[in-house]
T-cell receptor
Framework: EAQVTQNPRYLITVTGKKLTVTCSQN?????MSWYRQDPGLGLRQIYY???????DKGDVPEGYKVSRKEKRNFPLILESPSPNQTSLYFC?????????????????FGAGSRLTVL | SQQGEEDPQALSIQEGENATMNCSYK?????LQWYRQNSGRGLVHLIL?????REKHSGRLRVTLDTSKKSSSLLITASRAADTASYFC????????FGAGTRLFVKA
C-alpha cells in the first residue's frame, strides 16, 4: 500500500531532550515536507526537500533540523525541544510535476505525530 | 505567513444540504488545491485546479477559481454526515501554504 509512515505517533518529552520524528514513504516521491498544525493556525511548513541532499526552509524552521540522505526518508530533528514546539506534526510527500512552473504537487500525508514538550 | 484563508471558519448544516467554503489568497498561483482532514488525522487531497481553469468537478465536489479576485470556492453537494471534517485550501507549489481551514459539521 502506498503510504507515508511517521513515528512515533505520540510522544511526551521534556525540554531540551533531543528527539527525532521519522518519516518514510514507499512511493518513490522526490518531494517531502514537514508541517506543524496548531489550533487556529492551520498547517505551517517547517522544511521541505526536493530530492536527496536538497532541503530548504519553510515558514517556521527555527528549532528544527532535517536531513535527506535517502530518497524514502526525511527525519525531523528537534535538537533541544521547547514547550512552544508542542504540536501535531505531519510529513507529506509527492512527485514533482516538471510540466508546470513551480512544480505542482499533490501531497500524500502521514497520519501525524502528536508531540508534547513539558 | 498564511496565504490561503478560508471562510467561514465553521459551518453547520443538515444532511442533504449543500456546503460552500471559500478561500482567498494573496499572491499569484500556479494552482490551488483543496484538502480534507478528519479530526486529528492526516490530510487527504480532494481536488486541484490550475490557474488557467475556472471550474472543476469531482463527484459531489465543485471547485471554482477566480484569479482576478484571488479566490476559490469549494461546493459539496448533497452533504452527508461522513463529510464532517475540516477543509483546507493550499497554494504555493513546493512551499505549499495552507489556510486555517473551515470546520464543516453535517448533522444527520
Amino acid at each position: 500500500e502506498a503510504q507515508v509512515t511517521q513515528n512515533p505517533r505520540y510522544l511526551i518529552t521534556v525540554t531540551g531532550k533531543k528527539l527525532t520524528v521519522t518519516c518514510s514513504q514507499n512511493m518513490n516521491h522526490e518531494y517531502m515536507s514537514w508541517y506543524r498544525q496548531d489550533p487556529g493556525l492551520g498547517l505551517r511548513q517547517i522544511y521541505y526537500s526536493m530530492n536527496v541532499e536538497v532541503t530548504d526552509k519553510g515558514d517556521v524552521p527555527e528549532g528544527y533540523k532535517v536531513s535527506r540522505k535517502e530518497k524514502r526518508n526525511f527525519p525531523l530533528i528537534l535538537e533541544s525541544p521547547s514547550p512552544n514546539q508542542t504540536s501535531l506534526y505531519f510529513c507529506a510527500s509527492s512527485f514533482i510535476d516538471r510540466s508546470a512552473v513551480g512544480g505542482t504537487n499533490v501531497l500524500t500525508f502521514g497520519a501525524g505525530s502528536r508531540l508534547t514538550v513539558l | 505567513s498564511q496565504q490561503g484563508e478560508e471562510d467561514p471558519q465553521a459551518l453547520s448544516i443538515q444532511e442533504g444540504e449543500n456546503a460552500t467554503m471559500n478561500c482567498s489568497y494573496k499572491t499569484s498561483i500556479n494552482n490551488l488545491q483543496w484538502y480534507r482532514q478528519n479530526s486529528g488525522r492526516g490530510l487527504v487531497h480532494l481536488i486541484l485546479i490550475r490557474s488557467n481553469e475556472r471550474e472543476k468537478h469531482s463527484g459531489r465536489l465543485r471547485v471554482t477559481l477566480d484569479t482576478s479576485k484571488k479566490s476559490s470556492s469549494l461546493l459539496i453537494t448533497a452533504s452527508r454526515a461522513a463529510d464532517t471534517a475540516s477543509y483546507f485550501c493550499a497554494t504555493g507549489g513546493f512551499k505549499t501554504i495552507f489556510g486555517a481551514g473551515t470546520r464543516l459539521f453535517v448533522k444527520a
